[in-house]
Nanobody, 115 residues
């Protein structure tokens, strides 16, 4: 059974940092394409970053330069380090895995950027 479990969200002040984690199980992690998405209140889910098997990590323009996503294949975990957070970064952040033509989503973790 494939599982993706995000953690690390919370309330942070503008300019602060958070590191999100996504622990995966039930599939061959090292052969999967992992990505982060987010969904702000009243908006559609949008792409944030993708980590492909070659370890290059394209980011959406709104987080480029302030976020870093990495993967640890030994721990079956992917991370999203977010710095200099802005109020518009308030959203539920989701981990997504693509493996063997199937797509899997985690339950999401809430990030709230507010003073």
């Amino acid at each position: 059974q494939v599982q993706l479990v995000e953690s690390g969200g919370g309330l942070v002040q503008p300019g602060g940092s958070l590191r999100l984690s996504c622990a995966a199980s039930g599939f061959t992690f090292s052969n999967s394409v992992l990505s982060w998405y987010r969904q702000a209140p009243g908006k559609e889910r949008e792409f944030v970053a993708i980590i492909n098997t070659a370890y290059s990590t394209p980011y959406t323009e709104s987080v480029k330069g302030r976020s870093t996503s990495t993967r640890d294949n030994s721990k079956n975990t992917v991370y999203l380090q977010m710095n200099s957070l802005k109020p518009e970064g308030t959203a539920i952040y989701y981990c997504r895995a693509a493996w063997r033509s199937a797509t899997y989503w985690g339950q999401g973790t809430q990030v709230t950027v507010s003073s």
